[in-house]
């Protein structure tokens, strides 16, 4: 039989190899973990290195547009940090909409006083038709999605559009804006008011989450260009009439001759 001394020798020599066993283990699992670690980072180091300076610069200045566009969306919801002033803000989209214009234009056009009025409108509703072209043209080459707290609202779900780049309303009211501050605003106070809705409308598009940032300053960049081609492209009033003039001569010479040549045979 084995004496206490020599059973306790036993017994400390076991608990010393499991813990020596232990210890071995712990350190191979954390020299593997550091491996794996150093050999990931390393990866996507030289990933991010591979990369053109092009591409980087892009990826960085895109991070910024989310981040800033994230912060902007104040009126994203009721719930938002300014939800309590989201109706003030739609009512000033809403401001900006293409159906408001294009009834105001028409009404204004059927009603105009002068031969140079109705010019002026006729070349605005043709402007507001070359703005919606021209924006459903990018947005369907873009395929940009709108940014994730944009909240559906009953109008919007009919007349939003489901792709963001670029801001249908900043385009809008880009080239609105200058359009009336060269044909029909003559006054300082009345340019002002004109240049501060333009930015009241796109600041709702952000402040609503509606758009990223890119968004409204490349449509504001679009609108503002799309006026000096409403100008290269504008429309005589009486060059239209003597158009329509002409194109009625020869739908009534038409209708003669066919009539004529009827009587004819019979």
């Not at 699992?29 to 990369?51: E, K, M, N, P």
């Not at 892009?58 to 002033?85: N, Q, T």
């Not at 490349?218 to 000096?228: I, K, N, V």
Request: some cysteine; proline content about 3%; overall charge positive.
């Amino acid at each position: 039989m084995s004496s206490p001394a020599s059973r306790r020798n036993s017994c400390r020599g076991v608990v010393c190899g499991n813990r020596a066993s232990s210890e071995c283990h712990v350190r191979r699992r954390a020299s593997s973990c550091s491996y794996f670690s150093s050999g990931a980072q390393t990866q996507d180091f030289s990933v991010s290195l591979s990369q053109p300076i092009f591409t980087i610069t892009l990826r960085f200045l895109l991070a910024i547009d989310l981040w800033l566009s994230k912060r902007l969306g104040v009126c994203a919801c009721e719930e938002s940090p300014w939800g309590s002033i989201r109706p003030l803000v739609r009512l000033v989209e809403l401001s900006g909409h293409v159906i408001p214009w294009l009834i105001g234009t028409v009404y204004t056009l059927l009603r105009g006083q002068s031969a140079e009025e109705q010019e002026i409108m006729l070349n605005l509703a043709l402007a507001l038709l070359l703005d919606l072209l021209l924006v459903r043209v990018v947005k369907t080459m873009v395929r940009r999605r709108r940014p994730a707290q944009n909240r559906s609202d009953i109008l919007s779900t009919f007349f939003v559009e489901r792709y963001s780049f670029p801001s249908g309303h900043a385009t809008r009211a880009a080239m609105c804006a200058r359009f009336l501050l060269a044909q029909q605003v003559d006054t300082a106070s009345m340019r002002v008011v004109v240049v501060g809705w333009a930015a009241l409308v796109s600041l709702s598009r952000l402040l609503l989450a509606r758009h990223y940032v890119t968004d409204v300053g490349f449509g504001l960049a679009m609108g503002y260009c799309q006026y000096s081609l409403v100008e290269r492209l504008w429309v005589n009033w009486d060059c239209l009439q003597d158009l329509l003039l002409m194109r009625l001569r020869e739908k009534l010479n038409r209708a003669c001759g066919g009539l004529w040549m009827a009587n004819w045979k019979h």
